[in-house]
C-alpha cells in the first residue's frame, strides 16, 4: 500500500470517529457502504461553502409502475399499445400536496427562511442553497472535499457515509443531493483530460478515456480492437473473420424496405466528446451502402453537445462511428437515423442529461440536474455551452440505443432507482429503451469485481453487476459471435473474443414478473456451482435480456479500418431491428413496440429468437455464466431472428 493509500485510509478513520450525531427524531435515509473507486477524502469542507441543495420528493403511484407498463406492454393485456402521453405520466407521478408541504415545513422550522426554498417547474425537487453549516445541521452528517487519484486536480463535495433526515419528512424524499453521490463528470477545461486519451497518446487505456468522457469510474463501454485491418472481406463466406452489414443481415434474416420512415424514429446517444467523422462515414458507405454516400445523421444538440474536432483517432471517434456506421447501414438510406450528442467539450453529460431533454417532469429546478453530480450548464469556465439546460427539449425517438454504462455499486441504490423509475415513464408512453450490457462477463467496467463487502476489489470474487443494465425498465444487450472457422448458417455462441457479455443480477433491483418463470428454469436446471454471495440470486433483475453478435466488426477511423468488439456493437445493431418492426406497425395503423421485455419472454417470442447454448462470460477469477438452452444471464432469450419476430409483432393489437 503506498503511503498516500495509507494516508487516505487514516483520514477515513478519522472522519468516523468525529462524526456529528443525528439530530433526535431523524432516521438514516441513505448510506454508502464505500467511496468510488479513485476518490480519497482530502478536508473538510468550508462552512460557509454554498450548497445548491435540492430535495427530489416521493413520486406518488411508482410502487405500481410495474403493473402500469405490464398493462400497455404485455401481449395479453387488452392495453397493448395504448401507451401514456406525456400529460398523464406527468400527473400520474407529481408529487403530492403534502409532500410539498411536509418538506418546505422541515426547511422553515428548521430556520430556512420560506423565501429562499423554491419548487421545480414539474413539482418534482425542492431547491435552496445552503451553507456547508446548515446541511450538516439539517442532515446530521459532515461534508468533505474529495479528490480523484493522486495527481488529478478533480475535486467533489459530499457527505461522509450517510446522512438523516425527520422520520416525518423521509418518507415524502427520495433522495437529497449533493450527498453521497459521485455521478460526476471531471470539471475543468479539455486540457485537464486531454492525456489520458488524446492525439498524443493514442494507446491510451480507453477506460480512462472513457472517464475523461464523463462517465464515472471508467464507465464508457469503448469498442475493443485489435488494431487496424488492411484488406477488408466483404464475403458472407468469412463473418468469423470480419463482420460487416452484410453479415448481420444474413445471421438475423434481416432485410426490410422502410413503408413511413417519417412516422418512425430511431435515436443513437453519444456524449461529447465521442464524436463521430464525417469521411469517415462516408468511407464505410462507400464500401458497404454506396447509397448512403453523403448521408448524415439527424443532429439533435443536448446541452451543447456538438460534433468536436479538437480531439481525434480511436478514442474519440470508434464509439460513435460505430454506432452510426451500422444503425445507419442496416435501416438503410430511407429511415433517417437521430443522434442526440449530450454535453459540451468541457462540462460532459451524464444519462441525467439525456433524461431532462427527453422528459421535461425530469427536471430539477429551472430545468436542470445537480451541479454535484451532473454537469453543470451554464458552462461555468465560460468557454462552453452556456445556454440554460436542456429540458423536455427533445422528443423522445421510438428507439434509443446507448452503447455506456456505469458499475452498478458506484451509483448509490436510491440514484439509480429514480433513474431507473424514468425508463420506466419512457416505456409508457411507448419508447423502447436499449444499453449494452457491458464488455467484462460478470464483472464491472475494467474488470473490477466485488469483495465479500460489497466494495470494489480488482482481486475480488464477487460479482460486479451493472447499470443500467440492471434496470427492469430498460432492454440489456449482450454479445454473441460466429465462432472461428463457422459460417452464419451455423449457431453463434456466447462471444469470448476480446470481449465477455456482460450480465448477471443486480443488487438493487428486484426481479420484475416478466422473467420471473426463464429465470427459474435457468437456476433450477443449470444452477451455477458457486458459493452463497459470490451472486445475488435472492429474486433479482438478471440480464441481458437479448443479444447480437458483438466481434470483429469492420469500422472506419480517421481513414482506416479496424477490427472492433464490444456489447456497444451488439446495441446499435438490435436497435435497427427493431426500429424496422416498429416502421411495419406503424404503416398499418398500429403503435410502435414500446417497451419490449414483457413480450420478448413469453413463449412464442422466446422461440422467434435464436437460442445461444454454448460460451460463457468469465470475470472474477471465474468463468461466470454458462449459456444454457432458454434465458441465461450470458446471452438472454437469445439472438433476434427478424423475420419470425415482424410476424409475431404484427399480429399484437
Avoid at 420528493?57 to 409502475?65: A, C, G, R, T, Y
Avoid at 464500401?287 to 453523403?294: A, E, I, K, R
Avoid at 451472486?535 to 447480437?548: K, L, M, T
Wanted: glycine share 10%.
Amino acid at each position: 500500500m503506498s503511503l498516500s493509500t495509507r494516508l487516505a485510509a487514516l483520514l477515513a478513520l478519522a472522519l468516523c470517529a468525529t462524526a456529528i450525531p443525528a439530530p433526535v427524531g431523524h432516521v438514516v435515509h441513505e448510506a454508502r457502504d464505500q467511496l468510488p473507486r479513485g476518490w480519497a477524502p482530502v478536508r473538510r469542507a468550508e462552512p460557509d461553502m454554498v450548497l445548491p441543495f435540492r430535495i427530489g420528493l416521493v413520486q406518488p403511484n411508482l410502487e405500481s409502475i410495474e403493473e402500469y407498463i405490464m398493462d400497455v406492454s404485455h401481449p395479453d393485456s387488452s392495453n397493448y399499445g395504448k401507451h401514456w402521453s406525456p400529460a398523464k405520466v406527468a400527473s400520474t407521478f407529481r408529487p403530492t400536496k403534502e409532500s410539498v408541504d411536509t418538506v418546505h415545513g422541515w426547511f422553515t422550522e428548521s430556520g430556512i427562511a420560506p423565501e429562499r426554498v423554491k419548487s421545480s417547474t414539474g413539482g418534482s425537487w425542492m431547491k435552496v442553497n445552503v451553507t456547508i453549516e446548515e446541511a450538516e445541521r439539517l442532515l446530521g452528517t459532515e461534508y468533505y472535499v474529495y479528490q480523484f487519484g493522486e495527481d488529478d486536480n478533480r475535486t467533489h463535495v459530499a457527505c461522509h457515509e450517510k446522512y438523516h433526515l425527520p422520520e416525518h419528512v423521509s418518507k415524502h424524499v427520495e433522495i437529497v443531493s449533493p450527498t453521497l453521490h459521485f455521478d460526476t463528470p471531471p470539471h475543468g477545461p479539455a486540457s485537464s483530460w486531454q492525456k489520458l486519451g488524446g492525439r498524443d497518446n493514442e494507446t491510451s487505456n480507453p477506460n480512462y478515456s472513457a472517464h475523461a468522457v464523463g462517465q464515472p469510474g471508467f464507465g464508457t463501454s469503448f469498442p475493443k480492437t485489435q488494431g487496424t485491418v488492411q484488406n477488408v472481406i466483404n464475403q458472407l463466406e468469412h463473418c468469423d473473420e470480419q463482420i460487416v452489414p452484410d453479415c448481420l443481415r444474413a445471421l438475423y434474416d434481416f432485410e426490410y424496405y422502410p413503408l413511413v420512415p417519417e412516422k418512425n424514429s430511431l435515436a443513437i446517444v453519444e456524449y461529447t466528446p465521442q464524436a463521430y467523422n464525417a469521411t469517415d462515414l462516408d468511407m464505410f458507405f462507400g464500401n458497404f451502402s454506396p447509397s448512403q454516400v453523403g448521408q448524415r445523421p439527424v443532429f439533435n444538440s443536448i446541452d451543447g453537445g456538438y460534433i468536436q474536432t479538437n480531439y481525434g483517432g480511436y478514442y474519440y471517434s470508434a464509439e460513435s462511428n460505430l454506432d452510426l456506421q451500422y444503425s445507419m447501414a442496416l435501416v438503410g438510406p430511407r429511415q433517417p437515423v437521430q443522434l442526440y450528442q449530450a454535453g459540451d467539450l468541457n462540462e460532459g453529460a451524464s444519462f441525467n442529461t439525456l433524461l431532462d431533454a427527453l422528459d421535461a417532469s425530469y427536471c430539477t429546478f429551472d430545468g436542470g440536474d445537480d451541479p454535484t453530480y451532473d454537469p453543470t450548464y451554464p458552462d461555468p469556465y465560460g468557454d462552453g455551452y452556456e445556454g440554460s439546460e436542456n429540458c423536455g427539449t427533445v422528443s423522445p425517438a421510438h428507439i434509443i440505443s446507448t452503447s455506456y454504462s456505469y458499475t452498478e455499486v458506484q451509483l448509490t441504490p436510491a440514484y439509480e432507482q429514480r433513474q431507473c423509475a424514468e425508463y420506466a415513464k419512457l416505456g409508457l408512453m411507448g419508447v423502447t429503451v436499449l444499453y449494452s450490457s457491458g464488455d467484462y462477463g460478470v464483472a464491472g467496467n475494467g474488470e473490477a469485481c466485488l469483495n465479500a463487502s460489497g466494495q470494489e476489489d480488482w482481486f475480488g470474487h464477487v460479482f460486479a453487476p451493472g447499470f443500467p443494465a440492471g434496470c427492469p425498465y430498460i432492454t440489456s444487450v449482450g454479445a454473441t459471435q460466429v465462432n472461428p472457422n463457422s459460417t452464419v448458417l451455423e449457431p453463434e455462441s456466447a462471444c469470448a473474443q476480446m470481449i465477455q457479455s456482460g450480465g448477471g443480477f443486480s443488487n438493487v433491483f428486484r426481479m420484475p414478473s416478466y422473467q420471473a418463470s426463464a429465470v427459474e428454469h435457468y437456476l433450477t436446471n443449470y444452477p451455477p456451482d458457486y458459493p452463497v454471495g459470490t451472486f445475488n440470486a435472492s429474486g433479482s433483475r438478471a440480464y441481458p435480456d437479448i443479444s447480437a453478435n458483438g466481434a470483429r466488426y469492420v469500422i472506419t477511423v480517421q481513414g482506416e479500418y479496424y477490427l472492433v468488439y464490444g456489447t456497444s456493437c451488439a446495441t446499435p445493431v438490435s436497435a435497427a431491428i427493431f426500429s424496422a418492426i416498429n416502421d411495419a406497425r406503424i404503416a398499418i395503423g398500429k403503435s410502435p413496440i414500446g417497451f419490449i421485455n414483457p413480450t420478448i419472454y413469453t413463449p412464442a417470442f422466446m422461440a422467434a429468437f435464436n437460442d445461444i447454448t454454448t460460451g460463457s462470460n468469465p470475470g472474477c477469477g471465474t468463468e461466470g455464466f454458462d449459456a444454457q438452452p432458454g434465458w441465461d444471464p450470458v446471452t438472454g432469450v437469445g439472438t433476434p431472428n427478424f423475420v419470425k419476430l415482424l410476424a409475431l409483432w404484427l399480429a399484437l393489437p
